[in-house]
């Protein structure tokens, strides 16, 4: 993982959906993942994701779901996903669940994205533009779902010519450790580096000497 990847102004992270639905115990989502989360340490490696890369001046971009009462009651053609969040009312929009979870939330010149809408954050904001008008090259991605948001988002960073980061202690999948172990030895395949927290934010320091 050559440090001049992540030259300084060159770099950018995303998080996804770190918001209370999924990461305050109060959350309809949180009970799906807790268990991970306690394994990996997932919240305590966002949380020191985050901080790391404020220190070092990188860019972070936030991208929360939601759904208003219109599309959970117009919406068609849904799959399974759609069908399970629209069935639980997950991610209201408007409601507490659907804000960022205080820990992990935008700070102070940072990009909250309008809420995306499927799995691929790309597909329906302007994160890509956002991107580009940061003169992100270098993309990371963290938050979750592991297996579908993050790694759908990962696919479509590097089929528009960035070069991507993933972060597996900084995720978690939905199906326990073997759907874990099987989404951290895909990881490589569509991403230029893979990588825990700390092996991320000693790159960048290298990448600053």
Same mark, same amino acid.
């Given at each position: 993982?050559?440090?001049?990847?992540?030259?300084?102004?060159?770099?950018?992270?995303? $998080?996804?959906?770190? =918001?209370? +639905?999924?990461?305050? /115990?109060?959350?309809?989502?949180?009970?799906? &993942?807790? !268990? %991970?989360?306690?394994?990996?340490?997932?919240?305590?490696?966002?949380?020191? $994701?985050?901080?790391? =890369?404020? +220190?070092?001046?990188? /860019?972070?971009?936030?991208?929360?779901?939601? &759904?208003? !009462? %219109?599309?959970?009651?117009?919406?068609?053609?849904?799959?399974?996903?759609?069908?399970?969040?629209?069935?639980?009312?997950?991610?209201?929009?408007?409601?507490?669940?659907?804000?960022?979870?205080?820990?992990?939330?935008?700070?102070?010149?940072?990009?909250?994205?309008?809420?995306?809408?499927?799995?691929?954050?790309?597909?329906?904001?302007?994160?890509?533009?956002?991107?580009?008008?940061?003169?992100?090259?270098?993309?990371?991605?963290?938050?979750?779902?592991?297996?579908?948001?993050?790694?759908?988002?990962?696919?479509?960073?590097?089929?528009?010519?960035?070069?991507?980061?993933?972060?597996?202690?900084?995720?978690?999948?939905?199906?326990?450790?073997?759907?874990?172990?099987?989404?951290?030895?895909?990881?490589?395949?569509?991403?230029?580096?893979?990588?825990?927290?700390?092996?991320?934010?000693?790159?960048?320091?290298?990448?600053?000497?």
């Amino acid at each position: 993982m050559p440090g001049d990847d992540y030259a300084p102004g060159r770099c950018g992270l995303l $998080l996804i959906d770190t =918001v209370n +639905e999924v990461f305050d /115990p109060k959350g309809k989502g949180h009970a799906l &993942y807790k !268990d %991970e989360f306690a394994r990996i340490g997932t919240f305590d490696n966002l949380r020191r $994701l985050l901080a790391g =890369v404020r +220190e070092r001046d990188v /860019p972070v971009f936030f991208s929360g779901m939601s &759904y208003s !009462d %219109e599309e959970y009651n117009r919406w068609g053609r849904l799959t399974g996903i759609h069908r399970e969040m629209f069935d639980n009312r997950l991610f209201e929009a408007g409601s507490w669940a659907a804000e960022f979870h205080p820990e992990l939330s935008p700070g102070p010149g940072e990009v909250a994205l309008a809420p995306h809408k499927n799995i691929d954050v790309f597909a329906s904001t302007d994160l890509d533009a956002q991107l580009r008008h940061h003169g992100v090259e270098f993309f990371a991605v963290a938050g979750m779902i592991g297996t579908m948001c993050v790694e759908s988002t990962a696919r479509a960073a590097m089929e528009r010519g960035y070069h991507v980061t993933t972060i597996p202690d900084a995720t978690a999948s939905e199906a326990g450790p073997a759907a874990y172990d099987a989404m951290v030895a895909r990881y490589p395949l569509f991403s230029h580096a893979t990588c825990t927290v700390d092996e991320y934010l000693r790159a960048l320091d290298e990448a600053r000497r």
